[in-house]
Structure formats: C-alpha cells, structure tokens
C-alpha cells in the first residue's frame, strides 16, 4: 500500500512540473541587450514591451552608442533600428 502511495505521489509530482509554462514571452533586458525569453515573468521595459517577438529565432537587441536599440541576429545582420 505504501509503494503504491508513493507511486501516485510521484506521478502527481511530474504531471505537475511537466506542463509547459503559462507564462507569454517577453524581453528580458539588462543594461545593454534584450533577449526574448520564453515563459519570462519580470519586468519588462515600456521600450521593449512595444517591439513585439523578433524578427528571426535568436535575434535579440543591442543599445548602440546612438542610444538607439537595433536588432541583431547572429549571422551578424543588423535590422532596422528601433
């Protein structure tokens, strides 16, 4: 009886853990970048909070020495700035 208690306890544990997070993305700035994180949950900036998902997967932004945001994207492309 006890086995099958910790069985169900356990089951109960990942079923709970395993659904995927509720949580929209968002971008996630420091002082310099944003990145879009799945599922993040702090604070986002009104800035960044206007400039919708990126425009490619991995893109992310990057505050240049014009105090502007441009979006950068690995391959190094740089997008229009925002």
Do not use: I
């Amino acid at each position: 009886m006890r086995k099958l208690s910790l069985l169900a306890l356990a089951a109960l544990f990942l079923a709970v853990n395993s659904h995927p997070s509720l949580a929209e993305p968002a971008w996630k700035c420091g002082k310099k970048r944003c990145f879009w994180v799945e599922g993040y949950k702090g604070h986002v900036p009104d800035f960044a909070a206007q400039w919708g998902p990126p425009s490619k997967p991995g893109c992310y932004y990057v505050l240049r020495r014009s105090k502007q945001w441009h979006e950068t994207c690995p391959h190094g492309e740089m997008t229009r700035p925002r």
